[in-house]
T-cell receptor, first 111, second 113 residues
Framework: LAKTTQPISMDSYEGQEVNITCSHN???????ITWYQQFPSQGPRFIIQ???TKVTNEVASLFIPADRKSSTLSLPRVSLSDTAVYYC????????????FGTGTRLQVFP | NAGVTQTPKFRVLKTGQSMTLLCAQD?????MYWYRQDPGMGLRLIHY???????AKGEVPDGYNVSRLKKQNFLLGLESAAPSQTSVYFC????????????FGPGTRLTVT
């Protein structure tokens, strides 16, 4: 299983772009990279998923270099409501029981 | 659609008591999961189900049992609660058409004294 490493915490200010990098050196060929967001006292919420290059949706962008050993979640112009814990997960699509949530990155956005 | 709902939202048990947590989803998803989250930690998978009538163990299954008698419901049972099972329990469901996009319920906060 691909182990992931991400910063424990990050601080930002409203309006700034935030980039959270996740390291997954032993990612396998069949593995996808998925990011979830969790607010206090709520269940995680799916943000974005990718396999390679760049994926963008209405919430975030996910950048994956050619070697796929890391990935970067980019949140444009964060607001106070983006304060949450962000989890990076790596795993094969066919083994959903192997989905492992680490401790995530706690993002604090200040006014 | 209500999505994923969990019952109850809060519960306090004494050591040795039993209880069942109910998870229901109205999205016709095949896969369902039970996780626990301890303070300051990530989620850990307890049990999961890939379809009606099937269940499997996750990372931390000891002390828990599950059943999936109906596709829309996934029950988590604690036969003899222990203080170590004090946690927040999350249920999730997943559509086979969407890789790894799981939909989570609001959680059940369980305290065992």
């Amino acid at each position: 299983l691909a182990k992931t490493t991400q910063p424990i915490s990050m601080d930002s200010y409203e309006g700034q772009e935030v980039n959270i990098t996740c390291s997954h050196n032993n990612i396998a060929t069949n593995d996808y990279i998925t990011w979830y967001q969790q607010f206090p006292s709520q269940g995680p919420r799916f943000i974005i998923q990718g396999y390679k290059t760049k994926v963008t949706n209405e919430v975030a962008s996910l950048f994956i270099p050619a070697d796929r050993k890391s990935s970067t979640l980019s949140l444009p112009r964060v607001s106070l409501s983006d304060t949450a814990v962000y989890y990076c997960l790596v795993g094969p699509s066919y083994n959903t029981d192997k989905l492992i949530f680490g401790t995530g990155t706690r993002l604090q956005v200040f006014p | 659609n209500a999505g994923v709902t969990q019952t109850p939202k809060f519960r306090v048990l004494k050591t040795g008591q039993s209880m069942t947590l109910l998870c229901a989803q109205d999205m016709n998803h095949e896969y369902m999961y039970w996780y626990r989250q301890d303070p300051g930690m990530g989620l850990r998978l307890i049990h999961y189900s890939v379809g009606e009538g099937t269940t499997a163990k996750g990372e931390v299954p000891d002390g828990y049992n599950v059943s999936r008698l109906k596709k829309q419901n996934f029950l988590l049972g604690l036969e003899s609660a222990a203080p170590s099972q004090t946690s927040v329990y999350f249920c999730a469901s997943q559509n086979l058409d969407r890789t790894y996009e799981q939909y989570f319920g609001p959680g059940t906060r369980l305290t065992v004294t």
